[in-house]
């Protein structure tokens, strides 16, 4: 049985001013921090290289998600304020969401929204409400009118009008997301056209990434987090490209976490297969990744989930030598920040 992994096995010190709160004035400008197997050394490298750094014949899959302006504000129809945060939309009028407010609402309850349009609470699923918006108009409608971009909590200011481009891919089509997967956001034309010419193939799935990926590990022992549920398509043609890409001896190699969690999910039988519904799977050391050979990622927080899964991938201490690399070298954390490209460890 391997040992017992506990929350703090995932800590790191990390300096406030080291994480971005804003995007470099152009994507492809961020610094990429290589991660060879050990013993090799760490390589500082830019994202721009990444072309020299892959090979022709190489699969890079990306997560065509759409970040949707999720946040709302309003009152309760007895006057107590709400702040809404879709966390998934369930149709054209409903939605499941976060709600902060001072007095947990009842069903029934009405929430008049401050923008025009007014909800109706239904009820109640662990930390999220499901709410219906009442009237015509679509729920998809209301947010492109009314919603605010969500950026994520480490970020210390209101969205502005640049975020709604910044904190999307440039690639991003399929609606449905809260909070970016933020390793894409790297990728710009001039890159993209430049792993082309290499000839480096392009391959999407979906992953619509919910406000769960930024709660915490509350639990001491980290078998015991129970995941957050995030929905997911990896289709037939995704499915197909990698079996190609590995029958030639070429690399598959994933754009973001969001990525191997939708790979990972799909494999059955010990074969990628195409899935499209619901995931809760988590990953930590102890868990071997098959779907992946290599994996581009932003720097994630200390003790996350996110930095368990990389860890799974490319080992804990390796990893954490790595991130001490990186605060020691002064790259950007987190969402607006630098970027990493692992390859697997060898730590059992």
Do not use: C
Not at 2 to 18: A, I, Q, W
Not at 19 to 39: D, G, K, M
Not at 104 to 133: H, I, N
Not at 172 to 197: C, M, Y
């Amino acid at each position: 049985m391997p040992p017992t992994l506990k929350k703090s096995d995932f800590h790191y010190d990390l300096p406030p001013e080291l994480i971005a709160q804003a995007p470099l004035p152009e994507r492809s400008a961020s610094r990429l921090l290589v991660v060879p197997p050990a013993p090799a050394a760490f390589d500082d490298r830019g994202v721009r290289d990444l072309p020299a750094l892959l090979q022709p014949g190489d699969l890079l899959v990306f997560n065509d998600t759409r970040v949707i302006p999720a946040r709302l504000f309003g009152r309760k129809a007895t006057g107590g304020r709400v702040e809404i945060l879709i966390e998934r939309l369930l149709g054209s009028h409903e939605a499941k969401a976060q709600l902060g407010v001072s007095k947990s609402p009842r069903p029934g309850t009405r929430v008049v929204l401050d923008a025009g349009g007014e909800f109706e609470v239904l009820g109640r699923e662990g930390e999220f409400y499901l709410l219906r918006l009442l009237g015509e108009e679509p729920l998809e409608k209301l947010l492109l009118r009314a919603g605010r971009l969500p950026l994520p909590p480490y970020i210390q200011r209101e969205a502005g009008a640049d975020d709604a481009e910044r904190y999307q891919t440039v690639y991003a089509k399929q609606v449905g997301a809260v909070a970016a997967p933020t390793a894409g956001l790297h990728f710009d034309e001039a890159l993209l056209d430049a792993l082309r010419a290499r000839g480096v193939e392009f391959g999407h799935i979906t992953l619509h990434v919910g406000a769960g990926t930024f709660q915490p590990v509350r639990a001491e022992t980290v078998e015991e987090h129970r995941m957050h549920s995030e929905w997911l398509n990896v289709g037939a043609e995704l499915v197909e490209q990698v079996r190609r890409t590995r029958a030639r001896g070429g690399r598959v190699v994933a754009v973001g976490t969001t990525v191997v969690r939708a790979l990972e999910s799909a494999v059955r039988d010990g074969e990628l297969q195409p899935f499209a519904g619901e995931t809760r799977i988590f990953i930590f050391p102890g868990y071997r990744i098959r779907s992946i050979d290599a994996l581009i990622t932003n720097f994630h927080l200390p003790e996350s989930t996110l930095l368990m899964l990389v860890s799974a991938f490319a080992g804990r201490e390796r990893i954490l030598a790595a991130y001490r690399h990186a605060v020691a070298q002064r790259y950007r954390f987190f969402s607006y920040g630098d970027a990493m490209l692992l390859f697997p460890g060898r730590e059992s």
